[in-house]
T-cell receptor, first 111, second 112 residues
Framework: ETGVTQTPRHLVMGMTNKKSLKCEQH?????MYWYKQSAKKPLELMFV???????ENNSVPSRFSPECPNSSHLFLHLHTLQPEDSALYLC??????????FGEGSRLTVL | QKEVEQNSGPLSVPEGAIASLNCTYS??????FFWYRQYSGKSPELIMS????GDKEDGRFTAQLNKASQYVSLLIRDSQPSDSATYLC????????????FGTGTQLKVEL
């Protein structure tokens, strides 16, 4: 256990559905991240929140919408996704931007 | 040029041998360097961090950093089948704030 919990672990959704991924960290960290991992590609940073303020948005399509209500919780709201969005979505947290600690990931399949 | 480069492998070593994994990075101002291990179907797990030139040892793992040559390596001594995984190199690019840039990873196979 890394202290970062993600739910759900697996999600299958149609292109017209709306769903959300949830992440919670119990480490007292002050930054939280969403990464996307696709086969044969490096981890792609999507969003960074530092002290609950979004400080990074790596040109992610608007069909992905992050939310960080407090320093321990992070959401990724999903709507009208495409099949190419199928991937492993990883949440991570850090203290002062040093080591990242990852959750177990949410495996998303878009039909 | 990719910011963080790794040979994708697979790198095959016999059990008990030393596995050597290498990573190069493009930004000379990078300050923080990390090695993560990722088993198939699992999330990355931090195994080493290194911030200054030289070697850092932790059990069977040794991280080596050479900022002048812009490379960081990971040595695994007495390799075990349980070390078989993909090893990801991550670098905190200068001016990158709180974000890490990852390489594509090197797949290591330790054979009996």
């Amino acid at each position: 256990e890394t202290g970062v919990t993600q739910t759900p672990r697996h999600l299958v959704m149609g292109m017209t559905n709306k769903k959300s991924l949830k992440c919670e960290q119990h480490l007292g960290h002050n930054a939280m991240y969403w990464y996307k991992q696709s086969a044969k590609k490096p981890l792609e940073l999507m969003f960074v929140y530092s002290l609950e303020e979004r400080v990074e948005n790596n040109s992610v399509p608007s069909r992905f919408s992050p939310e960080c209500p407090n320093s321990s919780h992070l959401f990724l709201h999903l709507h009208t996704l495409q099949p190419e969005d199928s991937a492993l979505y990883l949440c991570a947290s850090s203290l002062g931007g040093r080591e990242l600690f990852f959750g177990e990931g949410s495996r998303l399949t878009v039909l | 040029q990719k910011e963080v480069e790794q040979n994708s492998g697979p790198l095959s070593v016999p059990e008990g041998a030393i596995a050597s994994l290498n990573c190069t990075y493009s930004d000379r101002g990078s300050q923080s360097f990390f090695w993560y291990r990722q088993y198939s179907g699992k999330s990355p797990e931090l195994i080493m961090s290194i911030y200054s030139n030289g070697d850092k040892e932790d059990g069977r793992f040794t991280a080596q950093l050479n900022k002048a040559s812009q490379y960081v390596s990971l040595l695994i001594r007495d390799s075990q089948p349980s070390d078989s995984a993909t090893y990801l190199c991550a670098v905190n690019i200068a001016g990158g704030g709180n974000k890490l840039t990852f390489g594509t990873g090197t797949q290591l196979k330790v054979e009996l």
